[in-house]
């Protein structure tokens, strides 16, 4: 739960609506620690009046990708129902409307909500259709001021997109105080929308996905074809378009545009482009909605042997489905593939040409600036550039240009912006340009920090193949991943101590973080794999040993060492946050010890940091095993969290170790945690373990043996397993013996080594690489 | 030598560990709760009892310490009241009335309180510190797991699945219907705790049936024939009974149950240790010079259906007198309590039934039997 970033005055919140929207912003109000009511309405014929409520929550504990962040966090969610608990809103300083998307009935909630609430109290909807304007129609002037939409994406956990829109009459401190708390609290990115049809990302991507439809049937493209255009080349999601419809669901397109085309004024640019598709309609009558349907334009023929198969957009029967590869030099370069003259070339343009020139048709009218609309593409679709991003990447003057020729309009912006780029870098700031047609700062808000922005005005400190040092300022120095998938190798071990020497001279703290969506991964498996494979085991043990020696002296570093985990924080990405003083992680970071899945075990003092976290949780009993048992359970069954809360529970983070929900303010507070620790620092104690010995290592043996007998086990499971019961129990040390540190390390690296001359392990390594999933020998 | 006599048996109410209602209630405090109970409802002496003897299979934590002493404290017995913690695994709480009787026969004492405890909520199986002896692991099956025991004796003695899952429903449908005519409350010490009165057993899933068994995924084997419907479960309980001098009984007054007429305990191997109440069972019968037909009540300790049915099969007793009231498939089995109740249980239905001797006996892990003959007075 956020124990960092806590925003003022929002204490309790309630939901109403307990859909897959409401239930969701519910429960991420509960991940953010804010105890939250969640009331929907009472079903008739029900003998439980808050079966609805309830219903939707037990929903929740099913849904995966999970809705909450911890078991903690699902207590947070009391149910109700609008009969009997609506008076309770009296309790809320917000309260969040995300029923039914009909007018008539939002309003006469309102009347009721108003009836009840304490003055002051925040209101808003969460409509992606509905304008403010006719929401808050004839309800008083107070409910106005309160009033405003706060428009979350599917699924609200995981989607870091807030639009907000804000009426005349709302009050302009109420509005930032929710969006202070939606930031700080939820972990959104705010973004400001105008009250009009769609907002940003809707009123966009709407038009983008029917667009992408029309212009792949029109072409007689596949569906593969399809997305392989709009996926990767053009930084999209590999969803493309037609597997985004699958996973969003087909029916709901419809159900937009119809809103679309009654509520945009009728010289906008989406009716030309609207039009009903017989081919979507019939799938939907079919009942093939997408995912969570029978299938949609792809689907798994399970009849056929889990073929997967992919619909003729012009016969519309399925076949099976063929993967696009377009060739390299497209691939990589949007601007040669919307130049391409070929059919995918045609279909990237005519899709995205139209698309850009809507999108900078809308500025002002839909956000006041570009970076409003770029940020809302980015998160809201997962884009990786927005609009105005993709426009400069290629050449808004040749974008114009092309316009021109084909005889489309070209958007005042565009016009405006000449032989210009939206974005500019300037004196070390970033700028955009404004519908002003001047360059103006795009501005951070304060306790954000990105890497990205401090790449654009300086140097690193230092840098090797695989990673880099960054100053961040006031004395904290960034040591950052740069490899891919953030793996880890010698560039980064090497780099490591030459980063400890130099902050030692002439820094205060350090930080490990990385932009990427990745902490990392863990070590690179191919080097391994490799040097097994010549058997320079010399080399592997010195590699082994390079690493436990690097994060021993990363602990040990004369200056406090903060590392701030974000997305897959993986066996030796798992470990660097271990030896650190503190971790201050991103809420959905996803950390643990994975080794035995690729057959070794933790090889870089993950094993004795764990035995040392756990040897001090709060309530363990005595005696040498409780810790010990643990950390065996955690590491041999590779346990990843599935959340920052979870990886509190598995001891990965320690009690004291902050979690941000808001991914963009995770460095500023990593960098604050390590400042606060710079006075009076002095290194941790070295820990001394008094370890089970050979009974212990009996015990744990008997256990997989077990496991094995149920099926649960493999047989390299077991030897894997009898590895780790060797390091953990102490090897030969007797139970009476004190263990050091580093004889930890020695048995670690013992063991490491004698599991990698194993075929099946080597077998394992090598699966892992080529398909990327555990091999289970 | 004296007679020894069973003078009063209560239990708590048995339920599943870490779910059920006895969870979050300290084991010493469920023991004092049952032993304070069954000193009122007998109304023996306090003053008279010369020691309190608890049997618990992993006496520590919470049921550590001496917890036979600490336990005679909570439950307000005269501080001259000694307290002594015996440990037989199962068959804990069965040794600590076999102790008691051998006390009074040796003339050191006419008055003890036998009891056992088990909380497998708060304390795990193997304590917290399980350190096996490697090499003892390495050549016998020392440590075997009791679930691999189950499948063990099912091959041995060749208990089908379905013939395991017949016993299984058999003792669901007998608790259930005790349960519902009433039969277990008059053995059952209501329990207080943080969240109220716990008075019913917890354990039992009336409406078993045999093709809700069969779907279950066996639980320790992959090809095992053991699933979690044909063991006892996880259970937290205690059990107490009043064991006197034959003599003290009738000069103040106690209602005497039934008289113990001879006991037993043998080893066997701990592969098959499921099979250990026939070698028990066998020296208390011929002990007591009584045989198997003389019979008339059966306390069987439903570790496992596979054990139990070899165990009658080997012993020869008729299905209609073993455990009437259900057994531990369905009651529970907390470790250390089984013995108390099952000895409590057998003399109460030699009372309840009539009849001329009941036989109370259960197997322990590591591979041995223990048994107890009580006759009819």
């Known amino acids: ?777 | 030598m004296k007679n020894v006599v069973i003078a009063g048996y209560a239990r708590s109410p048995f339920h599943f560990a870490g779910k059920g209602e006895l969870t979050r209630v300290r084991p010493d405090d469920l023991a004092a709760q049952v032993v304070r109970e069954l000193v009122a409802r007998t109304k023996v002496n306090p003053a008279d009892i010369e020691d309190l003897i608890i049997g618990c299979a992993f006496p520590e934590g919470e049921q550590g310490f001496n917890v036979g002493r600490l336990v005679a404290q909570l439950a307000g017995l005269s501080v001259t009241v000694a307290g002594v913690t015996v440990n037989r695994f199962c068959g804990s709480s069965m040794q600590s009335v076999h102790m008691a009787a051998g006390q009074i026969a040796l003339g050191a004492g006419e008055v003890f309180i036998c009891a056992g405890v088990e909380s497998m909520s708060r304390v795990p199986m193997g304590g917290y510190n399980p350190l096996p002896n490697p090499e003892l692991a390495k050549t016998t099956a020392a440590y075997i797991s009791m679930g691999e025991t189950a499948e063990n004796v099912a091959r041995k003695y060749q208990i089908p699945r379905a013939v395991q899952e017949a016993f299984a429903v058999r003792s669901q449908r007998l608790a259930s219907e005790a349960q519902a005519g009433g039969r277990l409350d008059a053995e059952i010490v209501p329990i207080k705790t943080k969240a109220g009165v716990v008075d019913k057993d917890g354990c039992i899933r009336s409406g078993t049936t045999a093709e809700a068994l069969a779907g279950l995924k066996p639980a320790f084997e992959q090809d095992g024939t053991v699933t979690a419907g044909t063991a006892s479960p996880l259970t937290d309980g205690a059990s107490a009974v009043l064991v006197t001098s034959e003599d003290y009984a009738r000069a103040h007054g106690l209602e005497i149950l039934a008289r113990i007429k001879s006991v037993g305990v043998s080893g066997c191997a701990p592969e098959i240790m499921g099979i250990g109440p026939v070698a028990a069972s066998r020296k208390a019968l011929e002990r007591g010079g009584v045989s198997v037909g003389e019979l008339s009540i059966v306390e069987l300790n439903e570790a496992f259906a596979s054990q139990a049915l070899a165990c009658a099969g080997e012993l020869g007793l008729k299905e209609e007198i073993i455990n009437i009231d259900g057994g531990a498939i369905a009651l529970g089995h907390p470790l250390g309590a089984t013995g108390a109740r099952i000895v409590g249980k057998a003399a109460s239905l030699l009372k309840r039934e009539g009849g001329k001797y009941a036989l109370a006996t259960q197997c322990i892990g590591g591979g041995q039997g223990i048994a107890t003959l009580l006759e009819a007075v």
């Not at chain 1, 679709?381 to 240009?401: H, I, M, R, S, T």
């Open chain 1, 1 to 777: 739960m956020a124990d960092q970033n806590k925003s003022e005055g929002i204490k309790k919140v309630c939901v109403i609506g307990a859909g897959v929207m409401g239930a969701g912003i519910a429960a991420q109000v509960a991940n953010g620690g804010t105890p939250v009511l969640l009331l929907d309405i009472v079903k008739v014929g029900e003998a439980d009046r808050d079966a609805v409520a309830k219903g939707a929550v037990a929903k929740l504990l099913k849904t995966d990708p999970a809705a909450f962040m911890s078991k903690a966090a699902a207590k947070l969610v009391e149910t109700g129902n609008i009969e009997d608990h609506l008076e309770r809103i009296a309790e809320c300083d917000w309260v969040v409307e995300a029923i039914i998307e009909r007018l008539d009935l939002k309003q006469s909630l309102y009347k009721r909500i108003d009836a009840e609430r304490k003055p002051g109290t925040a209101i808003s909807s969460n409509t992606s259709t509905i304008p403010l304007g006719q929401l808050v129609e004839g309800l008083p002037d107070s409910f106005q001021r309160d009033f405003l939409i706060t428009h979350f994406f599917n699924p609200p956990r995981y989607m870091r997109l807030l639009e907000i829109v804000t009426g005349p009459k709302t009050d302009a401190a109420l509005a930032a105080k929710v969006g202070s708390f939606c930031d700080l609290t939820l972990g959104k990115t705010v973004v400001r929308a105008k009250d009009t049809p769609g907002f940003i990302a809707n009123r966009i991507g709407t038009y983008w996905m029917q667009q992408a439809v029309n212009q792949a049937m029109d072409l007689g493209l596949t569906v593969e074809e399809a997305d392989a255009v709009l996926g990767k080349p053009l930084g999209f999601p590999k969803t493309g378009v037609f597997g985004l419809l699958d996973l969003v669901g087909l029916d709901l397109m419809p159900h937009i545009n119809a809103s679309m085309k009654a509520t945009l004024p009728p010289g906008d640019a989406f009716h030309a482009t609207n039009r009903d598709v017989p081919l979507i309609a019939k799938m939907i009558t079919d009942g093939y909605t997408g995912r969570k349907g029978k299938g949609g334009f792809y689907r798994l023929n399970k009849a056929a042997g889990k073929v997967k198969e992919s619909i003729g957009l012009t016969t519309g029967e399925y076949a099976p489905s063929k993967p696009v590869t377009l060739p390299s030099a497209l691939a990589k370069d949007a601007r040669a593939l919307l130049a391409s003259d070929d059919k995918l070339g045609q279909f990237a343009w005519k899709t995205m040409a139209p698309t850009l020139a809507y999108a900078a048709s809308l500025v002002p009218e839909i956000s006041d600036d570009i970076v409003g609309a770029d940020t809302a593409m980015k998160l809201g679709f997962n884009w990786k550039f927005g609009p105005f991003e993709l426009l400069d990447k290629l050449g808004p003057k040749a974008v114009a240009e092309r316009l021109e020729k084909d005889g489309a309009a070209v958007p005042d912006l565009l016009r405006k912006l000449g032989e210009g780029t939206f974005y500019k870098i300037e004196a070390g700031k970033r700028l955009f340009f404004g519908t002003d047609g001047q360059y103006h700062e795009v501005k951070v808000p304060e306790g954000v920090l990105k890497l990205e922005d401090v790449k654009r005005v300086s140097q690193p400190l230092l840098k090797s193949g695989s990673a880099a040092a960054w100053d961040i300022g006031d004395g904290v120095v960034c040591f950052e991943f740069t490899g891919k998938m953030n793996a880890l190798d010698e560039g980064v071990i090497g780099l490591l101590g030459k980063t400890l020497s130099l902050v030692k001279a002439k820094h205060k703290a350090l930080v490990v973080y990385t932009d990427a969506d990745n902490f990392s991964v863990g070590a690179n498996l191919g080097l391994a794999l490799f040097a097994a494979n010549i058997a320079a085991w010399g080399e592997i043990e010195r590699s082994i040993s390079g690493g436990q020696q690097a994060y021993k002296a990363l602990k040990y570093a004369p200056f406090p060492v903060v590392a701030a985990p974000a997305g897959m924080a993986l066996g030796g990405g798992c470990e660097i946050c271990l030896h650190s003083d503190a971790i201050q992680a991103h809420a959905e970071t996803y950390m643990g010890l994975v080794e035995c899945g690729v057959g070794v075990i933790p090889g870089w003092g993950g094993c004795g940091e764990m035995i040392d976290r756990w040897k001090s949780a709060p309530g363990m009993p005595k005696g040498p095993m409780p810790a010990v048992t643990k950390v065996f359970e955690t590491i041999s069954t590779a346990t990843v969290s599935k959340s920052a809360a979870e990886a509190k529970e598995l001891m990965f983070l320690r009690p004291t170790d902050g979690i941000t929900m808001n991914r963009d303010r995770l460095l500023a507070d990593a960098k604050a945690k390590a400042l606060a620790l710079v006075e009076n620092y002095a290194p941790p104690p070295k820990p001394e373990f008094r370890l089970p010995s050979a009974g212990g290592k009996t015990a744990m043996d008997m256990a997989v043996d077990g496991f094995h007998k149920q099926g649960k086990a493999t047989d390299h499971d077991v030897t894997v397993a009898d590895a780790l019961a060797t390091v953990l129990s102490g090897g030969d040390y007797d139970l009476v013996d004190v263990v050091t540190e580093q004889q930890v390390l020695d048995l670690e690296r013992a063991a490491f080594l004698r599991l990698l001359k194993t075929p099946q392990t080597l077998a394992r390594v090598e699966h892992m690489l080529e398909t990327g999933k555990p091999l289970r020998n």
